[in-house]
C-alpha cells in the first residue's frame, strides 16, 4: 500500500537554532501535502500544506519545500523557540477522493533552552 | 462555534464490553473520519465518511463499525472491545471539494480495554 517515511523520529535543537523535518511519499498520485502540530496530550493542528503546483511556501518561521520528482518535502523551522516543543506529523493525500490523507509516523522536536 | 468535539474524553472498558465514540462538527463538513494514534506509528485511519448515510473502511476498521445518520454527526462502535484498541482515537472532519482540503481534528478520546 501507499505509504509516507518521515525522519527523524526524534530531533533536539538549541533554542535560536532551525529544525529540519523530511519526508517521503509513495503514490505519484499525491498533491496536497499537510504538516501538523501535536503538543502533549492535545489534538493535531494544521500548521502549514502545500499543493503540488508549488515548490516551496512559507508563513513567518515556518516554511515546507516539495521535490515532486524525488516524492520528498520537508518541513523547515527557523529561529527555534521554546513553545516549538512538540510532535510534528507530515502527511501526503492518497489517489482516491474524499481528502484522504496518509500520516508519517511522527518527529518529536525538542528545543533545548 | 466549537469545531470537532469527541465524547467521551476517557473511557476504560473490559474485554467483550462494547462501546460507542461520538463525533459531532458545527462547519457543515461532508467528510469525516476516524483514526487511531498509537505511540510511534502515527495516525491511522479506521473508517470514513464522504457524507450523510455513506461510510467506507479506511487502513484498519476490522474490529470496528460506524454510522452517519445525520451529517453533523459520525459514530464509531466497538462491538466486543479487544486490548489490541487501546489507543487514543480521534476524529476529524473536513471540506468537499474538487481538491484536497484540511482536515480539522477533535481533541480525542482516550480509550483502555483491559
Known amino acids: 500500500g501507499e505509504n509516507v517515511e518521515q525522519h527523524p523520529s526524534t530531533l533536539s535543537v538549541q533554542e535560536g537554532d532551525s529544525a529540519v523535518i523530511k519526508c517521503t511519499y509513495s503514490?505519484?498520485?499525491?498533491?496536497?501535502f499537510p504538516w501538523y502540530k501535536q503538543e502533549l496530550g492535545k489534538r493535531p493542528q494544521l500548521i502549514i500544506d502545500i499543493r503540488s503546483n508549488v515548490g516551496e511556501k512559507k508563513d513567518q518561521r515556518i516554511a515546507v519545500t516539495l521535490n515532486k520528482t524525488a516524492k520528498h518535502f520537508s518541513l523547515h523551522i527557523t529561529e527555534t523557540q521554546p513553545e516549538d516543543s512538540a510532535v510534528y506529523f507530515c502527511?501526503?493525500?492518497?489517489?482516491?477522493?474524499?481528502?484522504?490523507?496518509?500520516f508519517g509516523s511522527g518527529t518529536r522536536l525538542s528545543i533545548r533552552p | 462555534n466549537a469545531g470537532v468535539t469527541q465524547t467521551p474524553k476517557f473511557r476504560v472498558l473490559k474485554t467483550g464490553q462494547s462501546m460507542t465514540l461520538l463525533c459531532a462538527q458545527d462547519m457543515n463538513h461532508e467528510y469525516m473520519y476516524w483514526y487511531r494514534q498509537d505511540p510511534g506509528m502515527g495516525l491511522r485511519l479506521i473508517h470514513y465518511s464522504v457524507g450523510e448515510g455513506t461510510t467506507a473502511k479506511g487502513e484498519v476498521p476490522d474490529g470496528y463499525n460506524v454510522s452517519r445518520l445525520k451529517k453533523q454527526n459520525f459514530l464509531l462502535g466497538l462491538e466486543s472491545a479487544a486490548p489490541s484498541q487501546t489507543s487514543v482515537y480521534f476524529c476529524?472532519?473536513?471540506?468537499?471539494?474538487?481538491?484536497?482540503?484540511?482536515?480539522?481534528f477533535g481533541d480525542g478520546t482516550r480509550l483502555s480495554i483491559l
Open positions: 503514490d505519484s498520485a499525491s498533491n496536497y
Open positions: 502527511a501526503a493525500s492518497l489517489r482516491s477522493s474524499a481528502s484522504k490523507i496518509i
Open positions: 476529524a472532519s473536513s471540506f468537499s471539494g474538487q481538491f484536497n482540503q484540511p482536515q480539522h
